[in-house]
């Protein structure tokens, strides 16, 4: 399923390639968006993800505040196969660089904003249990 792109919108995503301006992205065919959620300022969001590394399936969870995380549609198929490294990490892109967009183009000044992060919690569902509050 192809989302399309909204410029005022958050994306948990997977390959998107930006071309000649922020607003202009080209979707490359085998990468897909998993989840999409309107940025809402002061409110607390909840991420998870069930990784299937037989099975090469991807599970987004979400909700926001202190409510319990639900499901967002079925797992979909992502090549996570290779079963390497796991890292998590925000990445702000840079506006009308070219080529490595973290190193070039240029980001607007005089802009007050941030990211918390509250916790990462990792565990093992491979018996079917997915913690969906704590």
Avoid at 34 to 43: N, P
Avoid at 107 to 115: A, F, M, P, T, Y
């Amino acid at each position: 399923m192809l989302l399309p792109y909204d410029p005022y919108t958050d994306l948990l995503f997977r390959g998107i390639k930006p071309l000649s301006t922020i607003h202009v992205f080209h979707l490359l065919p085998r990468f897909v968006i998993l989840f999409k959620a309107k940025f809402t300022e002061g409110v607390f969001r909840n991420f998870a993800l069930t990784l299937d590394f037989g099975k090469n399936l991807t599970q987004v969870y979400y909700s926001q505040g202190n409510a319990p995380l639900v499901a967002q549609g079925q797992p979909i198929e992502n090549d996570i196969s290779g079963q390497g490294q796991f890292h998590f990490g925000v990445l702000k892109k840079s506006i009308n660089g070219t080529g490595d967009l973290t190193k070039s183009g240029f980001h607007e000044s005089g802009i007050n904003e941030g990211i918390v992060f509250g916790s990462i919690f990792e565990e093992d569902s491979v018996d079917g249990c997915v913690t969906l509050s704590l």
